[in-house]
Every structure is written in C-alpha cells, then in structure tokens.
C-alpha cells in the first residue's frame, strides 16, 4: 500500500473519527442498505457487488471493533 494511502488512512482514524465509532456507522449503513435493496421494486444493485461491498466491509468493521471474529 502507498505510504500516502496508509498516511490518510492513519489520519482518518486518529484525528478524524474513533475506530469503534467508524466501525459503528459503517455497521448501521450496512443494514440500511441492505434493507433498502431487499424493499427494491426494480434490480437496481448487482448482487454480486452487494456481496462483494458486505464482505469487505465486514472485514474492515472487524478490524476497527471486533465483534464477531475471535482472534
């Protein structure tokens, strides 16, 4: 990863928000969205970058405020 990327990543997580806060509205976003593309009428989201978007996020919750990966 390029050192600007880690450089911001490290700013937005020490000066900008509270790891577990992130993890926190990420969490709440997440099953908004989902929600909201189940209640669809229309296909308006490819599922597989649904899934792909849940995954990842998912991931990078758990690393912010473990809750449901043991390490």
């Known amino acids: 990863m390029q050192n600007n990327t880690i450089e911001k990543l ?6 900008d928000i509270d790891p577990k806060e992130l993890a926190k ?5 997440k ?4 929600v909201l593309l189940l209640e669809q009428k229309e296909e308006l989201a490819d599922k597989n970058w649904v899934t792909d978007g849940h995954y990842w996020l998912t991931r990078f919750e758990e690393i912010l405020d473990p809750q449901l990966i043991d390490d």
Request: proline fraction near 0%.
């Open 10 to 15: 490290t700013e937005l997580l020490t000066k």
């Open 25 to 29: 509205c990420l969490r709440r976003f």
């Open 31 to 34: 099953h908004i969205a989902i």
